[in-house]
């Protein structure tokens, strides 16, 4: 049976308006790379779960979103199973009433899983099919162990989505990625008018009726079951009038933030890829980064031991940071109409540290190593300090 013939089993959750707002908001990627022609085909959320994804050749994703609090810690496997209000509980709802359906059923969590116990076993293939945690999963959902089994061979976990304080951020950048000339005002609106579009189909009520009837025959529906069902029902059609950036595809970052393989991308990569790094640059930078990290905390550690009088401390390596930052920020300027910005920054940053790598690093802290030099400039940006600029998608 198709997902949009299946009736949902609870269709009464507008009332809580906080919680739908996040979940708009973890929608909006999906609805933005449905606006691009991505491969999604349509959305319809708050139907049997919090968001059902239509794929092309009839695949399907059923999304449940959670969020929680960071005071209240990890996701453990208790949290998932075992609760009167378990997530997976109700995914394997969802499973139980379209499990003729080729789909996916995906638990989405703000805040990270527990490092510890069973749970993260629900990440990768092999953890889903670990005899142990089959037993116990089927044991808290009250199941036969053969049932769980497909069903954990069915499901995906990707947690720690953007925190509620940082979520729209992360949204208003992907659509910064489409086109660098959008000024505020016009981000902010697409924003806007896309989150309105997709709260008011989260409060659509059901239309009583399946959605391949209402395609197939609308002429013997009711306009007002029409309208119900147009009130849930996101197309391509509507999502991209929303966003009325003509002539693009989905961005790099977009895939990136949408790909269930990767893990989220972190603020230094997310810049790079804004600004129209390559995958190699990209690649360099984490290295690089990684190394001057480590670099930075084998002084401190060794300083803080040595009888030396001239020791490292925080505000030496402050002094290095401030003199970075004020290179990268001109050459961000000297290059921000550039169509893809970050890879004449990355060169020009580079050129600068082989001239003057002792005017930035006077006390030999980095080295005066251009390569460590510039693994500092990649931790700043990390830091959300400095930017690489904005491609022209």
Known sequence: MEPTKIIAPDDSGSDTFDRYLYQAKVIFPFFLSCALGGPEISIIPEHIEDVLIEYPNNQWSFKQIKSRDGSVGYWTLSDLASKDSAPLKSLYRSF????????????????????????????????????????????????????????????????????????????????????????????????????????????????????????????????????????????????????????????????????????????????????????????????????AVMHEAEVLSRDLYSSSSGLSDDSEFQNVQNRLIVRTNATVAHNYKKDRPAIDIWNDLIGHLQSNSSQFDPNSLFEQDVFLLMGEICEISDQCITNWGIADA
């Not at 089994?149 to 940082?166: E, M, N, V």
């Not at 997709?198 to 309208?227: E, L, N, Q, T």
Request: charged share 30%; proline share 7%.
């Open 96 to 291: 139980e009433v379209s499990s003729d359906v080729d789909a996916t059923y995906e638990l989405l969590l703000e805040q990270p899983l527990s490092p510890s116990g069973d749970v993260k076993l629900l990440l990768t293939p092999e953890g889903r099919s670990d005899d142990k945690l089959i037993k116990n999963v089927s044991k808290a959902l009250k199941i036969k162990k053969s049932d769980c089994k497909i069903f954990l061979s069915k499901i995906r976990i990707f947690p720690s989505l953007p925190a509620r304080k940082h979520i729209d951020a992360v949204n208003i950048s992907l659509i910064q990625t489409l086109n660098k000339n959008l000024t505020g005002n016009k981000i902010e609106n697409i924003y806007s008018s896309a989150l309105n579009e997709i709260v008011r189909a989260m409060r659509g009520k059901s239309p009583g009726i399946s959605w391949p009837s209402y395609i197939r025959h609308p002429f013997s529906i009711s306009d007002r079951k029409i309208k119900l069902v147009d009130a849930k029902h996101i197309t391509y059609k509507k999502c991209s009038s929303i966003i009325g950036i003509k002539d693009k595809k989905p961005t790099l970052l977009l895939e990136r933030v949408l790909n269930p393989k990767l893990p989220p991308p972190t603020a230094l990569e997310s810049k790079l890829i804004k600004g129209g790094a390559t995958e190699e640059i990209v690649s360099d930078a984490k290295m690089l980064r990684a190394n």
